[in-house]
C-alpha cells in the first residue's frame, strides 16, 4: 500500500484525474475539491487510510442533522465514492470502504417553467435606450432559443456561430461539444449586438472571441446572468423564482409540447442520460393526454 505524506498533495492528483482522465469540467472538479476537503476536516487528525465505513455514516448523518438538503448530500456522498475509489486505483488503500454507502434518495422535482407569454413579457420589460438593452435582448433570445446551461453561455464563442447553417457549437460539461440549432430570431439579435453595442465595447486581452461581454469588455459572470434574469422578471411582473436555467427547462418543455421527439431535445440539451431529460415528460401531463388521444389507434376509431 503507497503511503500518504500529504492529503493535500493526493487531492490534487485526484482533481488532475478527473480533469484529464474523466475530462470533468473546473466547475465540477472544484465541487469534488470541497466535498473531500469538507470530510478530510470531519476526520481530524484521522489518516484517510484508517477510514471505516462507520466514518463515512457519521458524516453523511451529521449533514442530514445539519439540515443540508438531501440534494447536495447526494453530491457530496457521490464525491467521497469517486476519492475513495481513486485511492483504491492508485494503490493508496486497500479496501473501498464507501462500496456500501447509499446515496440519500431524492424525490423527482418538477423544475419551473415559464410561458411563452412571460418570455415574451420579459423580452418586452428589456429598456433599449440603455447601452446593454441590445445585448441582454440577444442573451434572453440565445437561453431560451438554444436551451443553453449559463455556462455555455458566457463561454460561447463568435467562432463557434455558424449563422447560414443555422447551429453553434456548445462547449458543455466536461469539454464536450455538441451542435445546437439556433433560431433566425436569436441570430438577428446577436447581429444587431454585434454591429452595435459590442461593436463600441473596448474588448480585454482574451476575450476576443467571447460573444457577451460587459461594458469594460471582459467575460460576463454566470452571476451577472442570474440578475439580468432577475430584474427582468421583477420588471414583467413575473412572481415565479426564475434563473437562468428556468430559460432551459422553458426550452425543453417548450419543444416537448410542440411534439419534439425526446431523444432530440436529450441531444440538443448535452444529456448523457435520456432518464435526465424524462423529468420533462411529467410536467405537462394534460398535453400528453391529448396527444394519445389524438393518435392512439382506439381513439381514432369511429
Given at each position: 500500500m503507497r503511503n500518504i505524506h500529504s492529503i493535500t498533495d493526493v487531492i490534487g492528483r485526484f482533481l488532475m484525474y478527473l480533469r484529464l482522465e474523466k475530462g470533468l469540467s473546473v466547475n465540477t472538479t472544484d465541487g469534488y475539491r470541497h466535498d473531500v476537503e469538507k470530510f478530510v476536516s470531519y476526520l481530524q487528525d484521522k489518516p484517510i487510510q484508517e477510514v471505516e465505513e462507520d466514518d463515512l455514516h457519521n458524516f453523511v448523518c451529521i449533514l442530514r442533522d445539519l439540515g443540508m438538503a438531501p440534494a447536495s448530500q447526494a453530491r457530496i456522498v457521490s464525491g467521497l465514492k469517486m476519492f475513495f475509489k481513486y485511492l483504491k486505483m492508485e494503490g493508496y488503500i486497500d479496501k473501498n470502504p464507501t462500496l456500501l454507502l447509499e446515496t440519500p434518495r431524492l424525490g423527482r422535482h418538477l423544475p419551473t417553467v415559464l410561458t411563452v407569454s412571460e418570455i415574451d413579457a420579459m423580452i418586452d420589460a428589456i429598456d433599449m435606450s440603455k447601452a446593454e438593452g441590445q445585448r441582454n435582448r440577444a442573451i434572453i433570445e440565445?437561453?431560451?432559443?438554444?436551451?443553453?446551461?449559463?455556462?455555455?453561455?458566457?463561454?460561447?464563442?463568435?467562432?463557434?456561430?455558424?449563422?447560414?447553417?443555422?447551429?453553434?457549437?456548445?462547449?458543455?460539461?466536461?469539454?464536450?461539444?455538441?451542435?445546437?440549432?439556433?433560431?433566425?430570431?436569436?441570430?438577428?439579435?446577436?447581429?444587431?449586438?454585434?454591429?452595435?453595442?459590442?461593436?463600441?465595447?473596448?474588448?480585454?486581452?482574451?476575450?476576443?472571441?467571447?460573444?457577451?461581454?460587459?461594458?469594460?469588455?471582459?467575460?460576463?459572470?454566470?452571476?451577472?446572468?442570474?440578475?439580468?434574469?432577475?430584474?427582468?422578471?421583477?420588471?414583467?411582473?413575473?412572481?415565479?423564482?426564475?434563473?437562468?436555467?428556468?430559460?432551459?427547462?422553458?426550452?425543453?418543455?417548450?419543444?416537448?409540447?410542440?411534439?419534439?421527439?425526446?431523444?432530440?431535445?436529450?441531444?440538443?440539451?448535452?444529456?448523457?442520460?435520456?432518464?435526465?431529460?424524462?423529468?420533462?415528460?411529467?410536467?405537462?401531463?394534460?398535453?400528453?393526454?391529448?396527444e394519445i388521444l389524438h393518435y392512439h389507434p382506439r381513439n381514432c376509431k369511429k
Open positions: 440565445t437561453l431560451y432559443g438554444c436551451g443553453l446551461r449559463v455556462s455555455e453561455l458566457v463561454d460561447l464563442r463568435i467562432s463557434n456561430i455558424y449563422a447560414n447553417e443555422g447551429y453553434v457549437i456548445v462547449i458543455g460539461k466536461g469539454d464536450k461539444q455538441r451542435l445546437v440549432p439556433i433560431s433566425q430570431v436569436a441570430l438577428d439579435e446577436i447581429d444587431k449586438y454585434m454591429r452595435d453595442s459590442r461593436a463600441s465595447v473596448p474588448v480585454k486581452r482574451g476575450c476576443e472571441d467571447i460573444l457577451f461581454l460587459n461594458r469594460r469588455g471582459n467575460k460576463l459572470t454566470r452571476v451577472m446572468i442570474y440578475y439580468i434574469i432577475r430584474d427582468l422578471c421583477e420588471a414583467a411582473g413575473i412572481k415565479k423564482t426564475v434563473s437562468p436555467h428556468t430559460l432551459r427547462h422553458s426550452f425543453a418543455t417548450h419543444l416537448l409540447e410542440g411534439g419534439a421527439n425526446l431523444r432530440a431535445i436529450q441531444q440538443m440539451l448535452g444529456h448523457e442520460s435520456i432518464t435526465t431529460t424524462e423529468i420533462y415528460v411529467h410536467i405537462d401531463r394534460t398535453f400528453l393526454r391529448e
